[in-house]
């Protein structure tokens, strides 16, 4: 008699068969959507280097990397530089409902927080997301807004010390800070040689907060309900501020370092990648970042993102490059400050 049914034993290696195929395909695919998605956070960088040339022949100089009026306190209200950027990335209606003389969390500005813009978020590590202000309503004893977050970060350059007129040496002094605007003349190391734009991973288990330079362990300073991820909106500066009780370990900044005391004789390198980032805090103890003791030096986070060796950056001269994590503390400290006189010789 025709037999018409498998054996187990026959069904058994059938199945298994299929596991190992799906073994081998599936890395596979997962390689194939990874490089979907490096190619888009390619684009998105590009697409960023385009706005800001356009803002350059619009104005003349790169806008602002954070902008503040009347005080040193940058706590007391910075607004980001992607902002300034906003009308040549099709943002014009955002944009002009923007009002600069006010804070973020104040009318008009708290209904446009929220607002995701798709280019700001790298689809290797997300798609969108909001910067969640749950614990801080608690502090404040008011109403806020959960800020539209980003994955990208503008090059501040080797050294993190905020002022309103910046201070800081040369040989730290990126594309962007507090109230500059940089022209293409201005970088005298080569447009081609200077970080623009880099990835800043945010809101990922990678990437967890510590509270100072040389701690190796995550922070545990955090406020009930606070994640212990950094993250960032691409609007608002930093938001620890006395006028929301929230002073101390917080979120990160639009702005991203390689060093924090860059021009100076040890200039606390932040490398690439590091898996405890610094959150965005200005102490307010002078305008260089000479301070070597926790609480005398201002902080920010470096570049970081969810691509295997390194991340994706964008230059002065609008090309986009991958930059190995693998890099020379000193060349990457060169390649982001626009002025320092170094000789580049690789990346």
Known sequence: MKRIAFTLIELLVVIAIIAVLMGLVLPAVQRVREAAARGKCLNNLKQMGLALHHHHDAHGHFPPGLTVRGTDNL???????????????????????????QLWYLPPNDRLMSVEVKLFYCPSNRDGGLVDMTFLRLLAGRS??????????L????????????????????AF???????????RDGASHTFAIGEGAGNNTRYRFRDW????????????????????????????????????????????VTALRGGHADPFDERMNNPLALPAFDFNHGCVNAGTAPGTYDMFAGFRSLHSGGCHFLFCDGSVRFVKESIDAATYRALSTIAGGEAVTHE
């Open 75 to 101: 706590e007391m209200g910075t607004f980001s530089g992607f902002i300034p950027l906003l009308p040549f990335m099709d943002q014009e209606n955002w944009y002009r409902q923007w009002d600069p003389n």
């Open 144 to 153: 806020l807004p959960d800020p539209a977050a980003t994955d990208y970060l």
């Open 155 to 174: 090059c501040k350059g080797a050294n993190a010390a905020l002022c309103e007129r910046t201070q800081v040496p040369p040989a730290g002094r990126g």
């Open 177 to 187: 800070d507090v109230n500059t605007r940089t022209r293409l003349v201005d970088i």
């Open 213 to 256: 330079y040389h701690d190796t362990q995550p922070s545990t300073n955090l406020r009930p309900g606070q994640s212990g991820m950094i993250d960032q909106s691409w609007s608002c500066g930093p938001t620890a501020t006395a006028a929301l009780n929230s002073l101390g370990t917080l979120h990160g900044s639009t702005l991203g």
